[in-house]
């Protein structure tokens, strides 16, 4: 009787005993650099419906249908439950399309700076457009209007030294640095491997297995200070400040 409740209770002993290791096994954590990176990629593509159609109908719901016009450009057409019909027109920035020698377009901007902008004569549209201070434009449409290199270019970077390009990412958090990892293309993510250390590395990981658990996400975190996937755009002005901050930095330094 007495060997078999010790053989009961080592064996109770047995299952109830748990090691680090064991620890490890249940907490759910990162599946992975790359595996983390992907999912959050295609989630973004997934959730970024617009970018899927160059022109044309965009979504159609039973209530209502977005079409896009152009780029940044979008109506809203629909009806709510108590009759009312609506049709709107959206536009998400500005946006110049230059075709032989027409520009066309539409732009974004503060109604005090376009009044500025009519008290005088203006003999080319890039002296129309600077008296906008907040205005973005697409790259291309940069080039063809002023007729030089455009200003900013993350890419620079890569022709850096070592130092400047950790002064880079310094100044960023972990968080944003996640997020440009999967809004930006491989070549940040060559960057960022290999200027970081290992360390870095592992709490990058970790914000991106935050950002593939909606740890950020305004529904299960409306207070937090850090960005969701869908924040992609605060989080390259983040880096394009940065950027920017260091090249004046290094341009001081005499390099």
């Excluded at 209770?9 to 595996?35: A, H, L, Q, S």
């Excluded at 944003?176 to 993510?189: N, R, W, Y």
């Excluded at 529904?219 to 940065?242: C, E, G, H, V």
Aim: hydrophobic letters at 35%; charged letters at 30%.
């Amino acid at each position: 009787m007495i060997k078999g409740l010790n053989k009961f209770f080592k064996i109770f002993k047995k299952n109830n005993e748990k090691t680090d290791e064991d620890d490890f096994v249940d907490v759910k954590g990162p599946r992975g650099f790359e595996t983390e990176l992907s999912q959050l990629r295609q989630k973004l593509s997934d959730f970024l419906l617009t970018g899927k159609v160059n022109s044309g109908i965009v979504v159609d719901r039973a209530t209502y249908k977005l079409l896009k016009n152009g780029p940044n450009l979008y109506k809203l057409e629909g009806a709510e439950k108590e009759g009312r019909s609506y049709s709107i027109a959206i536009s998400t920035g500005s946006y110049l399309n230059v075709s032989q020698d027409k520009i066309t377009g539409i732009l974004q901007v503060e109604e005090a700076e376009l009044n500025r902008a009519i008290q005088t004569e203006h003999s080319t549209l890039e002296s129309f457009l600077n008296k906008f201070k907040h205005i973005q434009l697409n790259e291309k449409a940069i080039e063809a209007i002023t007729g030089s290199r455009i200003k900013f270019h993350w890419k620079e970077i890569l022709l850096w030294e070592r130092f400047w390009k950790e002064q880079v990412l310094m100044r960023l958090s972990p968080n944003c640095i996640a997020i440009l990892l999967v809004s930006q293309d491989d070549s940040f993510k060559k960057y960022f491997l290999e200027i970081t250390s290992k360390k870095v590395k592992q709490i990058v990981l970790d914000e991106l297995f935050y950002l593939n658990q909606g740890v950020s996400s305004e529904q299960s975190n409306p207070n937090t200070k850090n960005y969701d996937l869908p924040s992609f755009d605060r989080a390259y002005f983040d880096f394009k400040r940065s950027v920017e901050l260091v090249r004046k930095k290094r341009d001081m330094s005499g390099v």
